[in-house]
C-alpha cells in the first residue's frame, strides 16, 4: 500500500520530471539531424521523456504534501523477519556471483532465481522453479539465439 502525503516520493517525482525534460532536450536536439520526423535517433528519447514527464506528474500528485499529520511510528530497518531476509538476498547476491564462474550463466541463473522466487515473491518452491525455468528459457532465446549473445560459460559447464 502506498502512503499517502509521501516526501520521498514526492521528491523523486520531481527528480523524474526534470530528468525527463532534460531527455525531451536531448530529443528535440537530436531531431535537427532526422531524416523523418517520426523515425530516428530522436524517437526513443522523445517517447522516454515523455514517459518520465507524465508519470513523474502523477507521482507528484498523489505524493503531493497536503495537511500536517502526525508522524506515523518510527520503525527500524527491517525489523525481525525482514532483516533475515534482506541477509538472504545479500548472501544469495554473493552466492550467484560466484556460481556464474563455477556453473555457467543459465544454470546460476536459474538457481538464483528460484532462490529470489522463493525469498522475496514468497512463492512455493514448484512455482519458484516454474517461474526460474520461464525466465532463464526467455533470456536464453532472446539472448543467444535472437542476438546472437553467448553467455558466459562455467568451469563445470
Not at 522523445?46 to 497536503?66: D, E, K, R, T
Not at 522453479?129 to 542476438?147: K, N, R
Amino acid at each position: 500500500m502506498k502512503r499517502p502525503h509521501n516526501r520521498a516520493d514526492w521528491i523523486g517525482a520531481l527528480i523524474c520530471m526534470v530528468i525527463g525534460v532534460m531527455i525531451s532536450l536531448e530529443a528535440y536536439r537530436l531531431q535537427a539531424y532526422a531524416q523523418y520526423m517520426f523515425a530516428g535517433d530522436h524517437t526513443l528519447p522523445a517517447i522516454l521523456g515523455f514517459f518520465f514527464v507524465m508519470l513523474g506528474g502523477v507521482l507528484l500528485v498523489q505524493s503531493y504534501p497536503g495537511k500536517a499529520q502526525a508522524a506515523p511510528p518510527r520503525q527500524t530497518f527491517a525489523p525481525g523477519y525482514e532483516g533475515t531476509r534482506v541477509l538472504y538476498a545479500w548472501l544469495s547476491l554473493l552466492l550467484y556471483a560466484w556460481l556464474i564462474g563455477v556453473l555457467g550463466y543459465l544454470l546460476a541463473t536459474a538457481l538464483a532465481s528460484v532462490v529470489f522466487f522463493m525469498l522475496i515473491g514468497s512463492y512455493r518452491w514448484y512455482v519458484a522453479v516454474f517461474y526460474s525455468l520461464l525466465l532463464t528459457g526467455a533470456m536464453y532465446t532472446v539472448f543467444v539465439l535472437w542476438l546472437q549473445l553467448p553467455f558466459p560459460g562455467g568451469d563445470l559447464w
